[in-house]
């Protein structure tokens, strides 16, 4: 899901807000402060409370509704089990009738939505009810997949451990893409994945900059100027379809080109679109429906 998901607009509304109000207002009905173990968020905060919070500390994202029955008994296990946490993990509960913006980017389809970020990237997501075991064990999966990316809650030694489990070689990429220099970033990343395996950052990051780096090359015109007929032009398009945060588009028009090709060219596009699949979670409603077309365009 890493990459997948657009938070960029939750960033501008956040800095559009803050420069028009030097101190924004809290949210209707906002009872808990954002420094607890369980916390509202509104879209102002967004990125102060989620995404900056979830560089040190795991965040859950709980998105409910007052009409949503289910979101009634699923609220209250997460919220014990965030309190029972001892800070191992926040929960941030969204109301999605008053922060539509913040269900925008997750692309939330249904509620209850369960999203975890660590980093800044939703790592891990599910819908509907869960009982609390299955809840815990999804935690687990998610911090045995982190690893020790941050300290244990520990106020008096969590600066050192930060220290000490840092990559130098994950830090150094990290520079050069903030510097900008993708395409040294990706060289980066893809020689700490190649050297490890089971260093799944790593190999997401790869994914996603490869996808970058490429599609950052095509002319903003791609899409409107792809003729039918031009493979190249229709990988293109699609790319800068999902680059622009519309995947369905993007999905249907390789699908669409999967069905009109043969031979090494079918190949070809069929390999592209199981690419950019590997963005998204793999239960993703958009890359699932994607999955039954393709699979009808091939048999």
Not at 219 to 244: H, I, K, R, W, Y
């Amino acid at each position: 899901m890493s990459g997948a998901v657009d938070l960029s607009a939750l960033k501008d509304r956040a800095d559009a807000q803050r420069t028009a109000q030097a101190t924004p207002a809290p949210a209707a009905g906002a009872e808990r402060p954002a420094g607890g173990d369980v916390f509202d968020v509104t879209e102002a905060a967004f990125e102060a409370d989620v995404i900056e919070r979830s560089t040190r500390q795991l965040v859950v994202v709980d998105l409910w509704a007052t009409w949503c029955e289910p979101c009634k008994q699923l609220s209250p296990v997460l919220e014990s089990m965030a309190a029972e946490s001892g800070g191992r993990w926040v929960l941030a509960k969204v109301d999605v009738d008053a922060n539509p913006r913040i269900a925008q980017a997750f692309r939330a389809q249904s509620i209850p939505m369960v999203v975890a970020l660590a980093h800044g990237q939703p790592v891990s997501v599910f819908t509907g009810v869960k009982p609390r075991a299955e809840i815990q064990a999804w935690l687990d999966e998610i911090f045995t997949q982190i690893g020790p990316a941050y300290p244990d809650p520990d106020p008096g030694a969590g600066a050192e451990v930060a220290e000490e489990v840092a990559d130098p070689r994950m830090v150094a990429a990290e520079d050069k893409l903030n510097d900008g220099d993708v395409d040294g970033a990706l060289e980066d990343y893809r020689a700490i994945a190649d050297a490890e395996p089971d260093n799944l950052e790593a190999a997401s990051l790869v994914r996603n900059l490869t996808f970058v780096a490429r599609a950052s090359k095509h002319p903003a015109s791609a899409v409107e100027s792809a003729t039918p007929g031009d493979v190249d032009a229709q990988l293109a398009a699609a790319d800068m379809e999902l680059f622009n945060q519309q995947p369905d588009a993007a999905f249907d028009r390789l699908v669409e080109l999967v069905r009109a090709t043969t031979d090494d060219d079918r190949a070809r596009v069929r390999a592209r679109l199981l690419e950019l699949f590997e963005l998204y979670e793999p239960n993703e409603p958009v890359v699932m429906a994607a999955r039954r077309k393709l699979a009808s365009a091939l048999f």
